[in-house]
């Protein structure tokens, strides 16, 4: 099944269910998919662009959480969790600090980087390794500090 029907028959099923927030969040990525579609890049949607498109949202959730935090407006912060909770479903297992710090090391060694100055080399090749399983601020705070040892 790919990205967008797995997209639609989940927005089918949320829909027999009556699950608001499942709908919120799928007519979200549903739309985000086609501004993808018709942006003119003629890019084909498949699983890796979903992943793209999916990991944009949840940063953008993130950030809007964070704001409405700060606010105090707790009623806006809730929904965001909660689309950030049913966007999540569509990303793949996120890897624990230390898959990660492993990874990046492999990354390090592979790209022969000794310093802070190899940073953008690094994370180059992080971002395309490690797209969709851990965010991008995660990554290059890693990624820095391995650097500077």
Known sequence: MSFQERINNDLKEAMKAKDEKALRAIRAIKAAILLANTDGSGQEMNDERGIQIVSKLVKQRKESLEIYEKQNRE??????????EVISRYLPAQLSESELKAAIEAIIKETGASGPADMGKVMGAASKQLAGKAD????????KELLSR
């Open 75 to 84: 009623d806006l912060a809730q929904t965001e969790r909660e689309e950030i």
């Open 136 to 143: 991008g601020k995660t990554l290059s705070g890693l990624v």
